[in-house]
């Protein structure tokens, strides 16, 4: 069955940057919905970027807005989260998921696959 094994997490000043990738294998990203989803301590799981398996529609929360990225690399079987202007409030367990019969999904449940979350810790 398919898996998705993300890394890149780690700690980083304000105003760095990160780049996370999540690999799939047993399956291809290019026909699938994927998305980055992030929950930091008491709190619910909330997507940060998402896009369609076309390509052609993505979604942005409005606070990451301009400064994450969200990309496919289809030679690789990736997914790519480019996180720049790091902020202490972008602290939190980032996820990455898959899904088909789906077009853009923001919400966790019509995922099908998720990576084991990757901490991202923005401190000064």
């Known amino acids: 069955q398919g898996q998705l094994v993300e890394s890149g997490g780690g700690l980083v000043q304000p105003g760095g940057s990160l780049t996370l990738s999540c690999v799939a294998s047993?399956?291809?990203?290019?026909?699938?919905?994927i998305g980055w989803f992030r929950q930091a301590p008491g709190k619910d799981r909330e997507a940060v970027a998402c896009?369609?398996?076309?390509?052609?529609?993505?979604y942005y929360k409005d606070s990451v807005q301009g400064r994450f990225t969200i990309s496919r690399d289809n030679a690789k079987n990736t997914i790519n989260l480019q996180m720049n202007y790091l902020r202490p409030e972008d602290t939190a367990v980032y996820y990455c998921?898959?899904?088909?019969?789906?077009?853009?999904?923001?919400?966790?449940?019509?995922?099908?696959?998720w990576g084991q979350g990757t901490q991202v810790t923005v401190s000064s």
């Open positions: 998921a898959a899904g088909t019969g789906i077009f853009l999904a923001t919400m966790p449940d019509p995922y099908d696959y």
């Open positions: 047993g399956f291809s990203l290019d026909n699938h919905a």
């Open positions: 896009m369609a398996s076309s390509d052609d529609d993505t």
